[in-house]
């Protein structure tokens, strides 16, 4: 039988290679879908603690639904950030990007 | 005919006079020597063309009478200044011995000052002295007094630095007004020790609180505060050490400030304040013992001087002595009496010495003069009356005064101080007959090259010769003492006159006199073996008892001193704790800035880092309480 705690245990995985793609990624494509497999992992806790523990209505649902929809838009701007900087600086390796450098 | 109501209305024209005459000089008349002068002697002429009258009113009418008419200057809470107008007789000899010597010595100041470049400054400065000086007169509060008294300091620290080109010139100023600022700061203290008690800094109101009010407690820090301002102005001791400098300024200018009016403004004061003064035994017997000291020590110092305007200096300050000493046994009259012809003589032996000055080119050392008295016959004559009537020969005006003074001390029971007095008499005498007998008469022939003073200078030594004979009768029992009718204030001794005390004090001056021309004309006693004899003392005189040296060592060790230990505070302990919080600060930031690697990936680890911290420290808490 499939409970809650499988689903908390597939966010927590899911939510830990997102950190770990931010972290260890160089690509900045890569690092942007990394943040998007942690925000999945939040939706996937929204809906599950929804179904198991607050019944009855469906605001983890509706949370979910926003996260997507701010994930879009996110993942629009992030999009368009990174093809501007790979056309100034013909990468998207994060190690060529430390003008902030000491 | 005027109006003598009218005369009372618009006396606040005395001291306002001047002050429009600096006023146009500054702004406009500046670059008109010549006009600028005739700006101030016609503001000064004004002046005394209305005191004249003025005084006629107030000495015709009764004693008692006061006209006030007064404005709010400032206010604030407890503290309320007026600028007004006081008139009693006190105020109209005040009126009459300042706007007469002003006048005359600004006359006098053409001739002696003709060559000077900067003759419009000087006749500027001239001009808000008189007003500022009248104003002081005038004054009908003592916040207003305390205004023009400052007014009357600056106008002393510029003129007495006229010649700002020499550095001694420069350094007497300053001196001057540093050492004023002393006194000026424990009279300031007392008059706001006297706001704060009495809640008024008028004279009529205080004097009317004061009356029955008897708590010694208060009184006497108030008189003894309020006393600074004379021991300044006036120069006592020990803040006499300014007046002997300020003979760097030109000689006119010592004539008028340093000897006639602003030094006797002190004077003035306790004359002003006797109400207070008067109440407290105690503060009476130390300006008494002040005076009667300073009046001691500065005739023996000037006994030995060769600079004849040092000579003066010193015989102004010892006479300033005998005036406070008079107030301080309380015979007011014989203080405000021997004050008016001090006044008149002092400024003709100062004006004199001038032409003397003028004559030898800028030759101040009277060994460097000598038988004066056939080429300046009219200098020479009118400095013998100023001399005779500062030794007290009768019948001039200095014999009056002075020996109502001593007649005080004598009368009062103050046998000390009239032995002292007599004894300041016999050595004022001798030193004044020691400088005539050598810069007039002498063997010496350094003045064959002299020449008489042109009348615009002579004149005015003339006008103030006659008033230096005839000026003490007016206190004399001639007159049936009408001045000491006049003069006078609750609690101040008043005795009749007698012939002993008068036939010893001139016996007193005779032989002063008698002494010097054995020794400086006649040769009988040489004055090289006296010097020989007496090395120690005379080297003690000669160099003023080492005041000036004592005061240099206070301050070397003292105020240098502790600008030293502050200097080190400042530098080590202040600037440090500043410094090393800087340098920490910039320390820190070196070492830091190397977390600043510029790779988004690593800002977003020390958040994670942040993250875990927290988490950590939460779930221990809970585990903590769980436990």
């Given at each position: ?40 992992a ?14 009855g209505?469906a ?23 990174i ?11 994060l ?8 | ?6 005369i ?29 002068a005739?700006?101030?002697?016609l ?11 003025l ?105 007495i ?17 540093v ?45 003894i ?56 035994p ?99 004559w ?27 001390a ?23 007959f ?41 206190g004399s ?13 609750p ?12 036939a ?43 005041v ?16 030293r ?38 800002y ?7 993250v ?5 420290t939460?779930?221990?808490a ?6």
């Open positions: 039988m499939i409970g809650l705690i499988h689903y908390l245990l597939l966010a927590t995985i899911l939510f830990g290679i997102g950190v770990y793609g931010v972290f260890a990624k160089r690509n900045a494509v890569a690092i942007l879908m990394s943040v998007e497999l942690m925000l999945n939040v939706n996937i806790n929204f809906v599950a603690i929804n179904k198991f523990v607050q019944t209505n605001i983890g649902q509706l949370f979910a639904i926003f996260v997507i929809v701010v994930a879009a838009a996110e993942v629009a701007v992030g999009l368009a950030l093809i501007s900087i790979y056309r100034l600086r013909k990468s998207v390796n190690n060529d990007f430390n003008l902030m450098k000491w | 005919m005027i109006n003598m109501q009218n009372l209305n618009i006396s606040w024209l005395i001291p306002a006079l001047p002050f429009l005459a600096f006023t146009l000089i500054g702004l406009f008349l500046h670059r008109w020597p010549k006009i600028a005739a700006a101030s002697i503001a000064i002429g004004g002046s005394f063309a209305l005191s004249v009258p005084a006629v009113k107030v000495f015709t009418g009764s004693p008692e009478q006061v006209f006030e008419i007064s404005a709010r200057w400032l206010s604030m809470p407890g503290l309320r200044v007026d600028m007004g107008i006081m008139i009693d007789p006190l105020t109209a000899v005040m009126l009459i011995v300042v706007t007469t010597v002003a006048l005359l010595v600004q006359i006098y100041s053409l001739g002696y000052m003709d060559k000077d470049p900067g003759l419009s400054s000087y006749f500027a400065y001239q001009s808000i002295f008189a007003g500022s000086m009248l104003g002081l007169v005038v004054a009908s509060n003592f916040g207003q007094l305390f205004v023009f008294w400052e007014l009357v300091g600056i106008c002393s620290y510029l003129l630095g006229f010649w700002f080109g020499k550095e001694s010139a420069r350094d007497a100023a300053i001196k001057a007004f050492t004023n600022r002393v006194g000026d700061f424990g009279f300031l203290l007392g008059i706001l020790l006297l706001t704060i008690v009495f809640g008024t800094l008028n004279y009529s109101e205080l004097a009317v609180r004061l009356a029955g009010y008897n708590n010694m407690a208060v009184l006497l820090p108030i008189s505060l309020l006393f600074f301002g004379p021991m300044g102005k006036s120069a006592q001791f020990p803040l006499h050490v300014w007046l002997p400098d300020a003979m760097e300024g030109p000689t006119p200018v010592s004539a008028l400030i340093h000897a006639a009016t602003m030094v006797a403004a002190g004077v003035y004061l306790i004359a002003r304040a006797f109400f207070i003064f008067s109440q407290s105690q503060a009476m017997f130390l300006i008494a013992v002040v005076g009667g000291f300073t009046a001691l020590f500065a005739a023996s110092i000037a006994l030995v001087q060769n600079d004849i305007k040092r000579i003066l200096a010193y015989s102004t300050l010892s006479q300033l002595g005998y005036m406070v000493m008079a107030m301080g046994i309380g015979a007011l009259t014989a203080g405000m009496f021997h004050l008016m012809t001090h006044a008149f003589f002092k400024s003709l032996l100062f004006l004199a010495a001038g032409s003397v000055i003028h004559a030898l080119h800028e030759e101040q050392d009277i060994w460097k003069m000598g038988q004066l008295s056939h080429k300046m016959p009219i200098t020479t009118t400095f013998v009356i100023g001399a005779l009537a500062l030794a007290g020969i009768p019948p001039l005006s200095g014999f009056w005064s002075k020996d109502e003074i001593l007649l005080g004598y009368a009062g029971g103050y046998m000390g101080l009239y032995i002292l007095g007599s004894l300041v008499a016999f050595m004022t005498a001798f030193y004044m020691r400088l005539i007998f050598t810069a007039f008469f002498g063997s010496n022939t350094h003045g064959h090259h002299s020449h008489e003073s042109s009348p615009v200078m002579t004149i005015p030594l003339m006008i103030l010769a006659l008033f230096s004979i005839v000026a003490g009768f007016v029992p001639f007159m049936d003492n009408i001045f000491g009718h006049f003069i006078t204030s609690g101040a001794a008043h005795h009749e006159a007698s012939l002993p005390i008068m010893v004090s001139s016996l007193i001056a005779l032989s002063g006199i008698l002494l010097a021309w054995m020794i400086y004309q006649k040769g009988i006693i040489s004055p090289e073996n006296l010097r020989q004899r007496f090395s120690g003392i005379y080297q003690l005189l000669y160099r003023k008892y080492y000036d040296e004592l005061y240099a060592w206070l301050i070397a060790v003292f105020v240098d001193g502790g600008a230990l502050l200097e080190w505070i400042d530098l080590k302990i202040v600037n440090g704790a500043v410094n090393s919080l800087a340098s920490f600060t910039g320390w820190s930031g070196q070492t830091l800035r190397y977390t600043e690697d510029g790779q988004v990936q690593t977003a680890l020390y958040l994670l880092a942040g875990v911290i927290i988490l950590i939460a779930m221990w809970v585990f903590a309480a769980l436990v």
